[in-house]
């Protein structure tokens, strides 16, 4: 069997460290605020190269919250990727802001800057820049637009811990940066977890008085904020997985460049590019066939696990009916037929890469 996602393997290359690390909290009670979250913080905001770095309860408040920091209008429109996890949406619809779907690169699967550009109009205010599977946006790009609109760039991290854009990590671009740390991410805790990075002080500041009841200290709430907070336990994890991240990301760079050599010209796929000067993150490794269906069957025949990401564009959801962009001609909006996500990660090597690979080319030779 060859998993997609294997934590129990992850778990048991680090039992020892992980272990202790939640002990310590069981054993100190340390449960929310303490020791582990406020260094956490620190040590994620190096790694990530931003200033200040939140801990918040998951990926989506992590953009909400950044959001409700920014004190937008509240006619605001919101410009977020057709592709992606309903998490990059889901918070500028909750703060009553209108979400406007832009397509993405057939490249790459982030942003087409020229889309966005001609999304834009007097109203918006936000350009949610996900990078995608991993891949870095073109930052420089959405920072002309940005900057000749007036615009703010959050950029969604949820996928690309440790990517690099001009050789700066992601989340310290824009003005700020979210995070995911859901087990399944790259980096992930033993539950749901989230962090905000910005250079910005005072927004950090705003984030996380909004992010614990609208407080700094323990009862002066200066306003209703919320309950948002990143707990003791899966910091302590967090952290021990942080030292390890930056060798499983180089792993999965090595797997992916693995799968590119021996997947080149088969068929009919089309294979995921790096562009140039970025550090992909690789949380996925996507490719397209217009028989997608027909190979997930075949691999899953093989005991190889594949996932879609993602089967619906976020355009064509239910929860946006109202937004009217279903049917566009966006390449967003086809391309989840043929979307497939190969397995990755730190639990595979090259052996199982070929075996994965093997399958495939027998498949197409057909
Ligand atoms: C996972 C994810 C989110 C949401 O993160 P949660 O921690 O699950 O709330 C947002 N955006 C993208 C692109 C994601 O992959």
Redesign the pocket.
């Known amino acids: 069997m060859i998993k997609f996602l294997d934590l129990y393997a992850q778990y048991c290359s680090m039992k020892d460290e992980i272990d202790g690390a939640m002990r310590d909290i069981l054993e100190t009670s340390a449960f929310i605020g303490g020791a582990a979250p406020a260094a956490f913080e620190k040590e994620f905001a190096a790694y990530q190269q931003a200033r200040y770095c939140v801990g918040v309860a ?4 992590a ?1 909400e919250i950044i959001l409700e920091a920014l004190d937008l209008p509240a006619d605001a429109e919101v410009i977020v990727p057709a592709n ?2 309903v ?2 949406s889901e918070p500028a619809g909750r703060r009553g802001l209108k979400v406007v779907f832009a397509d993405v690169c057939p490249s790459t699967y982030t942003l087409n800057v020229a889309d966005v550009a001609r999304r834009i109009t007097p109203k918006t205010r936000v350009i949610v820049a ?1 990078h ?1 599977y991993g891949h870095p946006c073109d930052m420089d790009g959405l920072q002309a637009l940005a900057d000749a609109h007036g615009l703010i760039i959050i950029e ?1 991290c ?2 690309a811990h440790g990517a690099e854009y001009r050789g700066r990590r992601v989340g310290s671009i824009g003005v700020a940066g ?1 995070f ?3 087990p399944g ?1 790259t980096l992930g805790a033993y539950g ?3 962090a905000i990075t910005t250079g910005n002080e005072e927004l950090a500041r705003r984030c996380r008085m909004i992010a614990n009841h609208g407080r700094v200290a323990k009862y002066d709430h200066e306003f209703e904020g919320r309950n948002s907070r990143l707990d003791g336990m899966q910091a302590a994890v967090l952290r021990v997985k942080l030292r390890r991240v930056d060798g499983w990301i180089d792993h999965r760079n090595r797997l992916a460049a693995v799968y590119s050599s021996q997947l080149a010209g088969v068929g009919d796929l089309t294979l995921p590019v790096v562009a140039p000067a970025c550090r992909h993150g690789f949380h996925l490794y996507v490719i397209r066939t217009a028989r997608r269906d027909e190979l997930m069957k075949f691999l899953t025949k093989r005991e190889i696990q594949t996932v879609v990401h993602y089967p619906i564009a976020l355009s064509r959801l239910p929860a946006y009916e109202n937004s009217g962009q279903a049917n566009e001609p966006m390449f967003a909006n086809a391309a989840s037929a043929t979307l497939l996500s190969l397995p990755l990660g730190e639990h595979l090597d090259e052996l199982q890469i070929g075996e994965v690979t093997s399958a495939i080319r027998e498949f197409f030779a057909d």
């Open positions: 998951n990926g989506t408040d953009i992606s996890f998490g990059s996900v995608l969604d949820a996928q979210a995911s740390f859901y991410k749901d977890a989230g």
